[in-house]
């Protein structure tokens, strides 16, 4: 198992961006070597319990990404309850779990949707990645790694500390950690952050606080201080503030409506502070490799 784990990384690590619907080739990865690996941006969207708007601010962030001309995949990797697609109003035929069962290939699976962005549908009612035998897991993650085309992919995550959501954590370069002002999600937000920072090793990993529905920016600030400053006391662990989000009527009109509230409102509150997280995240370098592949092989790397 090991030899064939470690043979995957190696094409991995050979392996370029290309476009959709091709086959790598000799000539494809030569032109690689001489073009350099794109960097892919893979931000992993989290919350340490449900009803935090996690999915809503996991949508609008690709929105917001995908007006400044990224071309960004909206991955949903909540496993038991998918929703993404809920938000956008659309009803997809296929999701993960047709390509984890290699029903159908991730490309198949793709639904573009009228807002620009991409989306991969979750595997509703399927439990665990852990469950997947050796096969499947390889076949999994190559078909994850036909991504790499985007400039972008958030993943969002099912809320809580399951195996899974810290596989999905475990990927990425960016970690947003959601949470609101209630006692009961920055308790929740706090246990995932100590989850992570005692079950994942990943040095690269950039952990960002979001505070949702807030009704100031003093607010914020002070839930933002109190966490990040127990984060470093007590987990000697850097956990950065990217931003808040107000709380805003739109947000739920946009729910009811079943479309993004940036869609429904570009200029309300909540819309502009999307943006403006977008605006930070951009002025931060991606650390590590900055590619799919580093992703695979961190995602291999928590086995067992």
Known sequence: MEDQAEQLREMMRNRVARPVGTAATNDDARAGIERGRRKTRIITVTSGKGGVGKTNVSVNLALAYSRIGKKVVVMDADLGLANVNVILGSIPKFNLYHVIRKQKTMQE???????????VAGASGFSKIA????????????????????????????????????????????????????PTAITDAYGIIKIIAT??????????????????????????????????????????????????????????????????????KASQCVQHLVGRMEKSEIKGQGSFSGMMRRFFGREG
């Open 199 to 268: 079950e994942i090793d990943n040095l690269n990993m950039s952990l960002k606080l979001v505070v949702n529905r807030v009704k100031s920016y003093a607010e914020a600030k002070k839930v933002a201080d109190r966490m990040t400053s127990i984060a470093g006391q007590f987990l000697n662990l850097k956990v950065e503030y990217l931003g808040c989000i107000f709380d805003d009527q739109v947000v739920s009109q946009a729910v009811l409506k079943q479309k993004p509230f940036m869609v429904v409102d570009p200029k309300c």
């Open 131 to 182: 469950n997947l035998n050796e096969e499947e897991r390889q076949s999994f993650i190559t078909e994850l790694d036909t991504l790499t085309n985007a400039d972008i992919i958030i993943i969002d995550t099912a809320a809580g500390v399951s195996d899974n959501v810290l596989d999905f954590v475990a990927c990425a370069e960016d970690v947003l950690i959601v949470t609101t002002p209630e």
């Open 109 to 119: 699976i793709m639904m573009q949707t009228p807002y620009g962005i991409s989306i």
